[in-house]
């Protein structure tokens, strides 16, 4: 296979790979411009003729996926992590849907967000445009390379796919059929392209292709986030560690409280938007705590107390570290404190939340209002499961990730955020008044 073709594998030198990475994005970028005056009846055409091509070739990806499974069992992977990287004919048809589901959603390209007249007659309107290269870093999940490329094309963007050795099989099959697609839809086959997996030098040089790629998003825990964010020098959104909270104020109704609590943590425990942390009131924590502890028992769910929690007592209940508080556990275990006030959940989320999620279960109008205006994160619920932060729950269809930083994109990241906007000026013949240039301006934009 030649670095000219959509999946770049084997083992090469350090400068090689670095100028196999450059290549790719190089090519890339072509491609992304190309890529960018398609319209949603192409994009929509070719994601449809993809999802039908993974169908056609499920035994070419089942096969690929079993040597990925094969070799995770030889090294001893756990099993939890051998389900993420298994596929099977229910799992490429889920993925299929999925891009039929992206086809279906509106294009985000060419969307006036806001535009104007202004008193000389200048016609303002600034549009949604593509992104361009986007670098997605991931660990072994093969439908994330299907639902990444899904929602970057449609969106008009190129996509460069770094995903993990242990799905090297799987994630190479999956894009040399979806580049086949592309190439016959008549687009740029190197819109769609897989990284080398096995030096982590690779990402390094991704994240650092400065002028190449316009974007790198990471999707996994929150080693493989920081290290991206940590040393990228292209734009990076950083995604998903999520040390979420519920805080059950004085006035909750615990029967609403336990449902939410219960559906936060014990639903799906290993995802990001799962609760780590249940915070509870005082005055409500005589009442609601033994029943929280039981029930959360019951679930299998280990409680990490502070005194007061563990004064309750209870077989799953044990001592807190100050660790515990920072930790996005991802497993049936959830840290648990009692707190005199609201503004001190307040206080606790501040010093230990990811700005991820958080949860207020409350009867109180104000007390609801307060903490949604003093929490900062990326999404806040009242009365709601923290499960909710998710792209299809919020009626997104599909997302790239959930965002937990601030500039451009927050929270679940659906084919919008995978967009820039550019300002387009339509004048006739005009002119800003004023005087003539001076080569001494220190601000070219006065």
């Known amino acids: 296979m030649t670095t000219t073709e959509s999946t770049i594998t084997g083992k090469v030198s350090g400068d090689e790979l670095r100028e196999q990475v450059r290549d790719a994005a190089q090519r890339a970028k072509r491609a992304a411009a190309e890529l960018a005056q398609a319209t949603r009846g192409d994009k929509d055409a070719l994601l449809h003729a993809m999802a039908d091509a993974l169908v056609r070739r499920t035994p070419e990806i089942l096969a690929a996926n079993d040597r990925d499974v094969a070799a995770g069992r030889e090294s001893g992977m756990p099993e939890s992590l051998i389900d993420r990287l298994s596929l099977s004919t229910e799992r490429v048809e889920a993925m299929a849907d999925g891009l039929r589901t992206v086809a279906g959603l509106p294009d985000p390209v060419g969307e006036v967000v806001r535009g104007s007249v202004l008193p ?4 303002l309107q600034q549009v949604r445009v593509p992104l361009g290269v986007v670098g997605i870093v991931y660990e072994g999940r093969p439908n994330v390379t299907v639902d990444a490329a899904g929602l970057t094309l449609k969106a008009g963007n190129a996509v460069l796919l770094r995903g993990s050795s242990s799905a090297e099989h799987s994630n190479t099959a999956l894009v040399s059929i979806l580049a086949d697609v592309v190439r016959e839809h008549g687009l740029p086959a190197d819109a769609v392209q897989l990284l080398p997996c096995h030096d982590r030098a690779s990402v390094q040089h991704l994240i650092t292709a400065r002028g190449l790629v316009d974007v790198v998003i990471p999707r996994g825990g929150a080693g493989l986030i920081a290290a991206v964010v940590e040393n990228a020098t292209v734009p990076a959104i950083e995604t998903g560690v ?53 029930e959360l028992q019951g679930a299998g769910v280990t409680v990490h107390g502070d005194e007061r929690v563990v004064a309750v007592g209870g077989s799953n209940v044990v001592a807190a570290t100050d660790e515990d508080w920072d930790t996005e556990f991802l497993s049936l275990d959830i840290a648990a404190a009692v707190v005199d006030s609201l503004p001190d959940a307040v206080d606790h989320i501040r010093a230990h939340g990811s700005g991820h999620t958080e949860a207020i279960v409350t009867s109180d109008v104000r007390a609801a209002r307060q903490f949604t205006v003093q929490v900062d994160a990326a999404a806040v619920m009242v009365n709601a499961s923290t499960a909710f932060t998710d792209g299809a729950e919020f009626g997104m269809g599909a997302e790239i990730g959930i965002s937990t930083q601030k500039l451009h994109a927050r929270g679940p990241m659906g084919l919008p955020e995978l967009t820039s906007t550019k300002w387009l000026a339509f004048g006739d013949g005009h002119v800003r008044p004023g005087s003539a240039p001076s080569s001494t301006s220190s601000c070219p934009g006065s």
Do not use: M
Not at 120 to 123: D, K, S
């Open 242 to 294: 999520g040390n979420c909270h519920v805080y059950v104020d004085a006035t909750a109704d615990i029967d609403t409280a336990l449902r939410i609590l219960l559906n936060s943590k014990a639903r799906r425990p290993s995802v990001c938007n799962a609760a780590e942390t249940v915070l509870v009131h005082k005055d409500i924590a005589e009442e609601f705590l033994p029943r929280a502890l039981a």
């Open 120 to 123: 000389n007659g200048l016609q």
